[in-house]
T-cell receptor, first 118, second 114 residues
Framework: AQTVTQSQPEMSVQEAETVTLSCTYDTSESDYYLFWYKQPPSRQMILVIRQEAYKQQNATENRFSVNFQKAAKSFSLKISDSQLGDAAMYFCAYRRGTLLFGNEKLTFGTGTRLTIIP | IAGITQAPTSQILAAGRRMTLRCTQDMRHNAMYWYRQDLGLGLRLIHYSNTAGTTGKGEVPDGYSVSRANTDDFPLTLASAVPSQTSVYFC?????????????FGSGTRLTVV
C-alpha cells in the first residue's frame, strides 16, 4: 500500500520569506501523480500544484513550486514571498497513475500547519 | 449549484442515532469519494464509487455505508453513530478515468457524536 509522510506538523515563516514543506512517499509504482492541497480555515480543500511522476521538470504555479526527487521519493513544496493568505494546513497526496478499472483514490499525508508571521 | 454541495454543514448527533450526510455534484463526474479528516491523521478514505451503481470500501469503512443510485448523488450513512465517528467529512469527485487534475471537494460536514 502506498503511504505519504509529512514529518512537519507545524511550520512558520515570516511574511515575504520562503518556506519549504516536506513530503515523502512510499510506492512500488512507476506511474503516479503527486499533489499539494491547501486547506485554509474555511475548510475548503484547494489544489495548489500537481506533479506527474514521468515528468522530470518540477511543477511551478506562480509562487508555488515543487522539488520532486523521484529516486528519493520526495516531493517538497516551496512557497516564495509568503503572504498572510498562505496560512493554512497543507496536505501532500499521492495517486496511482495506472488506471485499469476507473479512478484511483488519493492517499493523503497527515498535513503541515503553516503560520505566516507578519 | 456549482461543484459539490454537502449538507448539513455541521451536526450534533446523539450516539446510536442514524444519520445520512448528503453529497451532490453538478459536474457529471464519474467517480465520487467520502473522506474523514481527523487531527493528526489527515484525510482517510471511507468509501468510493467509480461510477453510478458501483461502490467500494476505502481505508476506514466500518460503521458507514454508501449508495450511488445516479451520477450526481453519493450519500453517506451512519447506521448507529458512535463518538469515534466525530470528525469532519468531505465528499469529493473526479472526472473520467485519467483524472490528472485531482479532486473537487465539497466544503465538508462537521459531525459531533455525543
Amino acid at each position: 500500500a502506498q503511504t505519504v509522510t509529512q514529518s512537519q506538523p507545524e511550520m512558520s515563516v515570516q511574511e515575504a520569506e520562503t518556506v519549504t514543506l516536506s513530503c515523502t512517499y512510499d510506492t512500488s509504482e512507476s506511474d503516479y501523480y503527486l499533489f499539494w492541497y491547501k486547506q485554509p480555515p474555511s475548510r475548503q480543500m484547494i489544489l495548489v500544484i500537481r506533479q506527474e511522476a514521468y515528468k522530470q521538470q518540477n511543477a511551478t504555479e506562480n509562487r508555488f513550486s515543487v522539488n520532486f526527487q523521484k529516486a528519493a521519493k520526495s516531493f517538497s513544496l516551496k512557497i516564495s514571498d509568503s503572504q498572510l493568505g498562505d496560512a493554512a494546513m497543507y496536505f501532500c497526496a499521492y495517486r496511482r497513475g495506472t488506471l485499469l478499472f476507473g479512478n484511483e483514490k488519493l492517499t493523503f499525508g497527515t498535513g503541515t500547519r503553516l503560520t505566516i508571521i507578519p | 449549484i456549482a461543484g459539490i454541495t454537502q449538507a448539513p454543514t455541521s451536526q450534533i448527533l446523539a450516539a446510536g442515532r442514524r444519520m445520512t450526510l448528503r453529497c451532490t455534484q453538478d459536474m457529471r463526474h464519474n467517480a465520487m469519494y467520502w473522506y474523514r479528516q481527523d487531527l493528526g491523521l489527515g484525510l482517510r478514505l471511507i468509501h468510493y464509487s467509480n461510477t453510478a451503481g458501483t461502490t467500494g470500501k476505502g481505508e476506514v469503512p466500518d460503521g458507514y455505508s454508501v449508495s450511488r443510485a445516479n451520477t450526481d448523488d453519493f450519500p453517506l450513512t451512519l447506521a448507529s453513530a458512535v463518538p469515534s465517528q466525530t470528525s469532519v467529512y468531505f465528499c469529493a469527485s473526479s472526472d473520467s478515468i485519467r483524472s490528472v487534475s485531482g479532486y473537487t471537494f465539497g466544503s465538508g460536514t462537521r459531525l459531533t457524536v455525543v
